[in-house]
Structure formats: C-alpha cells, structure tokens
C-alpha cells in the first residue's frame, strides 16, 4: 500500500502493471473551465522536468481512452471528496467540485517517487515515472483542517507564509489562520490608523526590525492561498495583546497614554481601554478594512487571556465585537475564553486550554474548532533537549500530535460539536522560518491525518508512513525533526 498522508477513506489495489509517465504525459481538463485548468498546470508545475525534458501539457479533455492524466469533474464524491484510479495507461481523477480534484492531485502527488518535489537540476534528474495501479476513494472527515501562524510575535515575509501554504497544501489542509496582531507587533496595514504598522509594526520579540503586509500584499496571500483551496483567516487579538496598538495610538488607552514598544514574551498585560467609544469605532475601522480584503467568512478576533478585566466587562466587550463582526458581514471566531458571552449560532469557539471545556457554547449550539495545547500546539518542545520551543501545556514528541481524537479529547465536545482541527504555532521563541518548519514538522503531518482520515490511530502503522515522507521532505527542503521514534 502506498504511504499516503492522510490515509484516504478507501484504498483498493487493481491488477495491472503500472503506468509511465513521461514528458509526452498530457495531461486533460474539462474545457471551458478556467479552475480546472488552473488545477491542471499546477500538477504539471509539481511534476516539473522530473519526468524528461519538456513538461507536461495540459490540454481540453480527449476520450477517456486516451493514455494520459484526465481531471474531471462529475460524480457524487462530496464537497472536498474525489475518486482517483491508476491502470496502465491512465490516472483518472473525478471529483464533484474542484477543490475534490485539487485534494485528488494530492494524492497524486505523493504516489510519485519523491524526487519529484526536488527544485534543483531537474533536468539532469529526469527519469521515467512509475505508478502501481490503485483506486482510491476519499472524503474528509473534518470541514475545518488548519494551521495556524502567528506572524505578531516575529515576523514573517510574504514569501514565506506562501512556502508554508505550499507545503500545508500537499497535506490537504485548508484553512491558514494568521494571527495578524498581537503586543509584540501590528503586522497588517489599515489606511484609517496608519501609525499600526509605522509604529506598531516597527519590531518583535528580541527587538529585531518587525514588519507587516500592505493590503495589496495581504491580498496577495489570499488569492495565493485559494488557488490552493486554502482560507487564509485574519486574526485581530482583542481585547488583549493589544500593546502594539496602545503603543500606535494613546486615545486607545484608559489614560491616554501611548504605551512602550513590547518585545518581551510575557502574556496577559495588555488591554484596549473597553469603556471608551473611540475603541469601538477603532475596531470598526480595522474589521471593515480587513473584512473587505476577505473573499471568506471568518473574522478571528482572538479574546483570549485577559488579565486585567472584570469579566462582566469582558462579556459585555466581546458581545459588542460580536455585532461589529456581524455587521461586516462575517462569522466570528474567538479563543474559548468567549464561551460564557451570549455568541450566535453562527460563532465559532477555538478551544485551546486543556483544563476546560468551552460546555455553555457548546450546549447553545456553538461549533468548535480543537486546538487542545497538549496534543495540536506546534510550539511546544518535543522533549527536554529541544533547543527552542515552549513547554507550558507539555512536550509533544509526534506519537502524542498523532495518538489523539478529537471527539473524545475534551469531555463535553462531541464529534457533532466540532467544526475541525487546528494546529497553531506561536513564534515567541521562533526567530526564523526554518525554526517554524522544524517544530511544525513532522507533528503537522500527524494534526492532518487526524482532521481529515476517518478514525485510525495506529502509531507503528503510521510511523512507517511518516517515515517515507522524510525523503519528500527532504526533497521540498523542509527543516524537519528527525524524532528518534520514527524509522527514516
Ligand atoms: C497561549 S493560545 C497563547 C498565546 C501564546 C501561546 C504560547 C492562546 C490563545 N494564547 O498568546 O503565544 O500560549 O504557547
């Protein structure tokens, strides 16, 4: 069987020998269909030069017959859902939507040899391609499969943010929440409160120089993300770690005084003045602003680990949000310190402590993404000797991201309250990106089986899996931990 993560609904072999694909491979989409098509240039951009000289072409759906890759879209496979068949001469892929067929290129991908991902030399490299003949029928268990990045802390280029997209992509992920605003940093440009980024954006955790995205270069990520299915989620932490704003602007603070630039890791301190009316149209103009460069539905406006709060006046704050959210047209989602506001159905909770249950969201109604810290959080040390990294929730070697199921991880969340999966990385102790890729892989790996595989969890059966994924790792040049308990 071959070593696809995440393991698919259905894996049947079929007799055959196996096909060959060489630079003469077409590749053939429905006509007349722009994303198709799109879809199709993107598998040729995957195979590259590997398979021979010239790459692959991508030309209007042939015969069925004809030798070559056929995308097409059709059948009943669900939303997300695709059916994907390897005999001789052909790789039939077929999907009711196109993001079925982008999950199906996938698992395309991953059945050819690993020296495919390599960037460098192709060229010299190229070699004919095998593939053993196999159908594969598969749908997703969970709607919501995230990652999420925290940009606020340290800082993270445009370029960057696309590689890890690229790289979430292959594992069918598709929502990248970016936790856009914390005290440490204003990483997001809003034209009405422009000293944000000037001022709130000028650094980071250790005192380096900072940064932020324009919108044009905000948007750039979102269509980047979506021509690879993927929902990029905005998130503006409030009312709490907040100081990069009450450092930009001081009508925002209860005293009006401007903070200090934050560059420590402590959590907690920092919070918009909520009895103030001019937070309120502040809030206004940044979810306005961020809303309309969002194709999506989500508005992620944090609310986590207020300190200096009464909790009347943090009810009453995140109720108020709440209606500015709803008034731009989104959903909210919140950390699951908002469970105890009056939330609408239509609000999402993101459980991360792992001593609660956010039970009276849940019990309204309340869909629930899990993002338990002990198990889904990317930033926590693997073991003792991990040089960098957090431990508060625990160390998370990848049997402990793998071994766990959603459903029945946190009493009071059953399987029909959850919306999805997320795994957050936080940057505090993260200076650079091939810092984020050695804690997010290969626990990453792990969190997307979880949220899409129907429930397996049979560690030495996944391990051997993970294990074949180092060399196409390697090849993509991922920064990865090469954990003792997995056989590379
Ligand atoms: C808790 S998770 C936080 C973050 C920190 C993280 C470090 C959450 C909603 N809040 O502010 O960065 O722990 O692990």
Known sequence: MPNLIPVP???????????TLGPETVIYVPGDDEQAQR???YLADVIGLAAGPSRLRVQHAAAASAAGIHLRLGGSTGPEGYELVVNASTVTLTAARHAG????VQTLRQLLPAFVEFEAERADKARPIHVAPIRITDNPRFEWRGAMLDVAR?????????????LIALYKFNRLHLHLADDQGWRIEIKSWPNLTTHGGSTEVGGGPGGFFTQA???DIVAYARERFITIVPEIDMPGHTNAALASYAELNCDGKARDLYTGIEVGFSALCVDKDVTYRFIDDVVREIASLTPTPYFHIGGDEVKTLTPQQYVQFIERVQKIVQS????????????PAALLPSTIVQHWRPDGAPTAAVSKGAKVIMSVANRAYLDMKYDNSTPIGLNWAANIEVKDAYGWDPATIVKGIPESALLGVEAPIWTETLGNIRDVEYMAFPRLLAIAEIAWSPEVSNWEEF??????????LSALGVNFYRSPSVPW
């Open 217 to 219: 270069q905000y948007s």
């Open 154 to 166: 340290h800082f993270f280029t445009v370029d960057e943010v696309k590689r890890y997209i690229d």
């Open 39 to 41: 879809i199709g240039r």
């Open 463 to 472: 391990r051997g899996r993970l294990a074949a994924h180092g060399p196409r």
């Open 9 to 19: 609904q259905r894996i049947e072999s079929v007799a055959g020998d196996a096909l």
């Open 328 to 339: 731009h047209g989104k959903q909210m989602v919140g950390w699951d310190e908002i469970a």
């Open 101 to 104: 067929l982008f999950y199906g």
